[in-house]
RNA sequence: GCCCCGGUAGCUCAAUGGAUAGAGCAACGGACUUCGAAUCCGUAGGUUGCAGGUUCGAGUCCUGCCCGGGGCGCCA
């Protein structure tokens, strides 16, 4: 005999959302037609369930109209036919609409419930378990270690560590990565320019070389590398100095590239050295691998990948005729490392639209390494422009002095960077409002969605002063008002929001669902008061509801966004 | 020239091939002796760039064109 709370909850035995739910019931009910002979043998396509607007029901199916085809009836009888053998549940009602579609309610009761399952589960609520437990890389960011990240860089930073957050609440193993770029021509110009400011901070009169860095932040790094020890740079040879400069300022840089994107509450698991390709031979392996496959040839005094004998548009560079390996080469080993040395079941390589001409190239590498490149997506998203008041802030790249994230962090702080760069599709433009993002007005919707998780708190805090000391008695049965139900029912599309999410790869999603959970709330609490001293049952049965969408908030806010849940603002 | 992405309400943008295309802001008019008005309610606003096509059904898919952005390097 299962208890109401077993029943009502999606227990670690079968997680399902509700549109997984439904979408079994409808097979069940094809199948049993089948059975019985009212639908014609076929095999069943996948079934979708999707939302529904209010009018037509909470969820609905065009299942039938699909079907119409295979069983060569019309949609409407087919529809009928699979509501008349859907199995009972007590979950929801199944009506028909022409040209057939079927549309389900949920049961007010069956709704109520799910504030037992969100006690009972907690955080763990969301999880679902469509990525079955495979391993998955996102790799992102991955900016050139040669200074302050760029605010641009930020999207990035935000895109690619949601879609990590996301994939790992439905049930994929994520490793976060951050290439680091220490090998290259790149890398020369920085340690070339970090020698002539250590020697400039010394007194000595190095000229900062013509295409170098020209910030004033490799000052900063000459200044405390000279602080931290002394001059014995100028005693060696120039080439070892710079060698040495290299890997003292690359150490520096990502310090601070850790922190500041610690403060935009984004970690990493792993920080991945280009160089180390060259130094573990894995760059020759693969490069004696692509020649036995007859895909690397000679011309000009440079060594050539033959992209077109794979159905690409040209051939590419591998290994310039200066005999140092260009980036190109530097992608092919890295992603053999990912996927045959470290066996990533999916990768996930985040970069900005300005590298786009690069997909199709890294498909074909995946050609030439024998792996699917299904296997390999690459999620390309458009760039922001940064504004004040409308304004567009222009970027001195004369004085090599760049808006970084730094100084967006300490203006405005982490929570509207993050929601406001997830507020655009991956393929939008954003401009990001450096004023709007502080200003604490009805255009910032930041402030919005967490006054709403604010708002809860007070009516606990008044609750509690008001002598309501516990309310896990209360009937959640109680919670019929229209306004109590709708707001459930958005509860319960975030577990199969998040698996859109994971599915398309856009993040956007969660901060339009956010909004849309704060006006249900707001509506709810328009309508509804909680703390009643009259009514002490519907009281306490509302303080349940209002804590688990509290508990959804926060957990939407902090695991999934990644922004803080405030108690009092 | 070729490739990619956009073009949807005054503005900024959403919208798995589904039903009457939606939000926010701006505009206008309302609601605080109430759990926090950082909120809510109402009004108005559309030939989804243009022209064809595909089908039960197209903002969404296909073709052509127009406008804007990006990419086409022995840079990354």
Not at 485 to 502: F, G, R
Request: charged share 25%; glycine share 6%.
């Amino acid at each position: 005999m299962l208890s109401n709370v077993q029943k009502a909850t999606r227990g670690a035995l079968s997680i399902m959302t509700v549109r997984q739910e439904l979408a079994k019931l409808l097979q069940q009910g094809i199948r049993r037609s089948q059975e019985v002979g009212a639908l014609p043998e076929f095999d069943i396509p996948p079934v979708e369930v999707t939302p529904a607007k209010p009018e037509f029901g909470d969820y609905s199916s065009n299942i039938a109209l699909q079907l119409a085809r295979l069983a060569r009836m019309a949609p409407l009888r087919i529809a009928e036919i699979i509501r008349e053998h859907l199995p009972p549940t007590d979950m929801a009602t199944l009506d028909v609409a022409a040209p057939g579609f079927l549309n389900f309610r949920l049961r007010p009761t069956w709704v109520a419930q799910q504030v037992l399952a969100i006690e009972a589960q907690g955080r763990e609520w969301t999880r679902s378990q469509v990525g079955g437990g495979r391993s998955v890389q996102v790799e992102f960011v991955s900016a050139n270690p040669t200074g302050p990240l760029h605010f641009g860089g930020a999207r990035n930073a935000v895109l690619g560590d949601t879609v990590a957050r996301v994939l790992d609440r439905v049930g994929y193993r994520v490793q976060r990565e951050y290439y680091v770029n220490d090998a290259g021509t790149q890398m020369r110009k920085f340690g070339e320019t970090l020698f002539a400011r250590y020697a400039q901070v010394l007194g000595e009169d190095v000229p900062v070389p013509e295409d170098g860095y020209m910030g004033r932040y490799m000052i900063g790094y000459a200044e405390r590398i000279v602080r931290e020890h002394g001059r014995r740079f100028l005693d060696m040879p120039r080439e070892e100095a710079i060698r040495a400069l290299t890997d003292l300022g690359l150490s520096l840089v990502l310090e601070e590239l850790r922190q500041d994107l610690a403060d935009l509450r984004v970690v990493f698991d792993n920080w991945f050295s280009e160089r180390s390709l060259y130094e573990d031979g894995t760059f020759e392996k693969v490069l004696a691998m692509l020649r036995e496959r007859g895909l690397v040839y000679e011309k000009d005094g440079a060594l050539w990948f033959a992209a077109t004998k794979l159905g690409g548009d040209k051939d590419e560079v591998i290994v310039r005729s200066s005999g140092e390996p260009g980036y190109f080469a530097s992608d092919i080993a890295y992603h053999y490392n990912k996927f045959i040395i470290r066996g990533f079941d999916w990768v996930i390589d985040v970069w900005s639209v300005d590298h786009q001409g690069h997909v199709p190239r890294m498909k074909t590498v995946m050609k030439a390494l024998g792996i699917d490149p299904e296997r390999l997506t690459i999620l390309l998203y458009n760039l922001v422009t940064l504004k004040r008041h409308g304004v567009e802030v222009k970027l001195s790249k004369r004085a090599g002095d760049i808006i970084t994230l730094r100084e967006v962090l300490d203006e405005v702080g982490p929570d509207p960077i993050r929601f406001m760069l997830l507020t655009r599709s991956n393929n939008a433009k954003i401009d990001f409002d450096l004023a709007l993002a502080v200003e604490q007005s009805q255009d910032n919707p930041v402030y919005y969605v967490q006054y709403a998780h604010t708002r809860i708190a007070g009516i606990l805090r008044k609750a509690r002063a008001e002598g309501w000391t516990r309310w896990d008695d209360g009937d959640v049965h109680l919670l019929t008002h229209p306004s109590e139900q709708a707001l459930l029912k958005k509860v319960l599309d975030l577990p199969d929001l998040l698996i859109t999410v994971a599915e398309r790869l856009e993040p956007h999603h969660l901060t339009y669902y956010a909004q849309d959970l704060a006006t249900h709330f707001h509506a709810f609490y328009r309508d509804c008061r909680v703390v009643d001293p009259a009514r002490p049952e519907l009281t306490k049965a509302r303080l349940r509801l209002v804590a688990a969408v509290k508990l959804v908030f926060a957990h939407l806010l902090e695991d999934i966004l990644g922004m803080s849940a405030p108690e009092v603002m």
